[in-house]
């Protein structure tokens, strides 16, 4: 994997994907020298997120959207668009948590946790349904840093019990989206190595 993390880019759209690492690295520098400590630490995850994507075999188109994705809900947080705009925040943790679910199925993919699905329809519903379960569990993770954040360092964080309610069913909604089209992509390429093999 850290191979992976190291090798340099092989098309515009893998350079696209770093551009958007290099990004989080500066956005990380920013909020350290201009904001506080709980911007720091969002922006940090989010790098962190950013290196993760890198170190799995993915679509580098997928790569490039998923770290803007990621991108833009820190900063949505930092300048308190989630305050301006009354919808935004569903519409990110629908957008985010369907860009971070197949990551995260990926990444345990890549590190042997999960076996590699079959061409079958049985396997294609098993990639979508733990796709939505790492969806709603990090939705949850997401809602428990919300309330931490909330008790013990700024009532700044809007939460509630509706808020919260409301963010894990969209991400349950934006990872069940992303499963199935995990699944259909995974067991398509299954099926297609299968056919050559033969």
């Not at 515009?12 to 290099?22: C, E, S, Y």
């Not at 201009?34 to 188109?61: H, K, N, Q, T, Y």
């Not at 919300?146 to 894990?168: P, S």
Request: aromatic share 8%.
């Amino acid at each position: 994997m850290i191979d992976d993390l190291l090798r340099p880019p092989e098309t515009p759209w893998a350079v696209a994907a770093d551009g958007v690492r290099g990004a989080a690295l500066l956005s990380v520098i920013a909020v350290l020298l201009w904001w506080g400590p709980v911007e720091f630490a969002v922006l940090f995850l989010v790098l962190g997120g950013v290196l993760l994507s890198r170190m799995i075999p993915v679509d580098s188109r997928i790569d490039t959207a998923y770290g803007v994705v990621l991108l833009v809900a820190a900063w949505s947080a930092v300048t308190d668009l989630y305050e301006v705009v009354s919808w935004w925040d569903l519409a990110i943790h629908t957008v985010a948590t369907a860009a971070i679910a197949p990551i995260a199925y990926l990444l345990l993919l890549r590190m042997g946790y999960l076996p590699r699905p079959e061409a079958t329809r049985r396997a294609a519903t098993g990639v979508t349904i733990l796709t939505l379960a790492l969806g709603l569990s990090l939705s949850v993770v997401w809602e428990f840093a919300e309330w931490g954040g909330n008790r013990y360092i700024t009532n700044e964080i809007n939460v509630g019990y509706e808020d919260t309610l409301g963010d894990i069913a969209v991400g349950g909604l934006g990872s069940l989206a992303s499963g199935v089209l995990l699944a259909s992509v995974l067991t398509r390429r299954r099926n297609r190595i299968s056919v050559n093999a033969s």
